[in-house]
């Protein structure tokens, strides 16, 4: 089974500040790791993935996330935000089970950037 | 390069009317396919999913209903829409081949039932 935590339901941060969001997840087979960006009324888009290769990985918009087994953690990390950095973040998991691979999402956060 | 359809873009039901969601992907042949409900403040619900036409799976009892008539085509439906069916739909595709399994998302439906 597989399962991820997002800690906080909403960041506030400064714009030039830096930005860590946070994801643990729980998988029985080494993991599928995502983060994806959703601006308001929008889908969901995909800011980076983890396939077991570099666990620093970096995305788009000057977004990264590092795997860190040992913690099992997947945080999110910019290190400046910029007022369109504004919008919700999915952290997702998926252990490659089944046929369908369905990743399990967490609850979002939801991204201040104040002025 | 693949891109992925839902129309309508938004829409206001009655209680108790139909509904029909359609979805349909471009550039790939066998996706899968899957339809997810957000509420307001919530995260996201996975409502239903297909491996290939005609296959579909459920993962939340409720009123609704989806079928997958054409390889890239999805619907969701509805006879009798409820006020607690009111949310932000989205469909979505991922390759269907072990490791793959990243999902793309569509554009959204914003309904509202009254």
């Known amino acids: 089974a597989q399962s991820v935590t997002q800690l906080g339901s909403h960041v506030s941060v400064s714009e030039g500040a830096l930005v860590l969001l946070r994801c643990n997840y729980s998988s029985s087979v080494p993991p599928y790791l995502f983060w994806y960006v959703q601006y308001p009324n929008q889908g969901l888009q995909l800011l980076l993935k983890y396939t077991s290769a570099a666990t620093l990985v970096k995305g788009i918009n000057g977004f990264e996330a590092e795997f860190k087994k040992s913690e099992t953690s997947f945080h999110l990390t910019k290190p400046s935000a910029h007022m369109s950095d504004a919008a919700e973040y999915f952290c997702a998991v998926s252990d490659g089970g089944g046929g369908s691979y369905i990743p399990t999402f967490g609850r979002g956060t939801s991204l201040i950037v104040h002025p | 390069s693949q891109t992925i359809h839902q129309w309508p873009a938004t829409l206001v039901q009655p209680v108790g009317s139909p509904l029909s969601l359609e979805c349909t992907v471009e550039?790939?042949?066998?996706?899968?396919l899957y339809w997810y409900r957000q509420a307001a403040g919530r995260g996201l619900q996975l409502l239903f999913y297909?491996?290939?036409?005609?296959?579909i799976s459920s993962e939340v009892p409720q009123n609704l209903s989806a079928s997958r008539p054409q390889d890239r085509q999805f619907i969701l439906s509805s006879k009798k829409l409820l006020l607690s069916d009111s949310g932000f739909y989205l469909c979505?595709?991922?390759?269907?081949?072990?490791?793959?399994?990243?999902?793309?998302f569509g554009p959204g439906t914003r309904l509202t039932v009254l």
């Open positions: 550039g790939t042949s066998n996706p899968n």
């Open positions: 979505a595709w991922s390759v269907g081949l072990a490791g793959y399994p990243e999902q793309f």
């Open positions: 297909s491996v290939g036409i005609g296959q």
